[in-house]
């Protein structure tokens, strides 16, 4: 079946630090990818995509993505943490069940401590 | 700031109510989407408009009836619901193609009482 899973409710990190969400799917064909983040009391807003191409993906506010095919993954990092990027973050992939359709993982929950 | 509106933000109804939530894009987009979120949940895709026909409805409950009288416009109407519907509703575009990227409103939240 395809799927996409963020194996982390959450994750904590200190402020300045580096941070890595993790993500992993399963796919048949070519993975189109996708980072998503939600602040509180809004909806969901598009951080950067992987559809082919350099592996390392380079976002909104910083983030970037990096692909790996032979690991199945496609984890979202910064170099260095900001309290404001404290949020629920959101993996998703494209999937072709006849149409296409974008399906999300449950989300993690990011928390940068001052 | 984004390019698709929701409204009502907030709508509190009782069981018997009918209501409605609205959305409206503004990207040119041909393809509109209802998703829901409730809390600890997946995020789940409810309808899927393409070109204004509707091309996907994941077992959604009949007490919810989508209307999409063009590809700007995208209505979500509420008959008799119940209290576990309460959710934040996602209104959502994109252009039809694969790979393109889904740009959602800022969510209607739905209180049923």
């Known amino acids: 079946a395809q799927s996409v899973a963020q194996p982390e409710d959450q994750v904590n990190v200190a402020e300045g630090n580096p941070l890595t969400v993790k993500c992993t799917y399963s796919?048949?064909?070519?993975?189109?990818l996708f980072w998503y983040v939600q602040y509180p009391n809004r909806g969901l807003q598009f951080l950067l995509k992987?559809?082919?191409?350099?592996?390392l993906v380079k976002g909104s506010y910083g983030f970037e993505a990096e692909f790996n095919k032979s690991q199945t993954s496609f984890h979202l990092k910064k170099p260095s943490a900001l309290v404001s990027d404290s949020a629920l973050y959101f993996c998703?992939?494209?999937?072709?069940?006849?149409?296409?359709?974008?399906?999300f993982g449950a989300g993690t929950r990011l928390f940068v401590k001052a | 700031e984004t390019g698709v509106t929701q409204t009502p933000r907030h709508l509190v109804m009782g069981m018997t109510n009918k209501k409605s939530l609205k959305c409206e894009q503004h990207?040119?987009?041909?393809?509109m989407y209802w998703y829901k979120q409730s809390a600890k949940k997946p995020l789940e895709l409810m309808f899927v408009?393409?070109?204004?026909?509707?091309?996907e409805n994941n077992s959604v409950p009949s007490r919810f009836s989508p209307e999409c009288p063009n590809s700007s416009h995208l209505f979500l109407h509420l008959h008799t619901l119940q209290p576990e519907d309460s959710a934040l509703y996602l209104c959502?575009?994109?252009?039809?193609?694969?790979?393109?990227?889904?740009?959602f409103g800022e969510g209607s939240w739905l209180t049923v009482v």
């Open positions: 959502a575009s994109s252009q039809i193609r694969t790979g393109n990227t889904i740009y």
């Open positions: 796919v048949s064909g070519n993975p189109y």
């Open positions: 992987y559809i082919t191409g350099d592996n």
């Open positions: 998703a992939v494209r999937i072709n069940t006849g149409g296409f359709k974008t399906i």
């Open positions: 990207l040119g987009h041909n393809a």
């Open positions: 408009y393409s070109l204004e026909e509707r091309v």
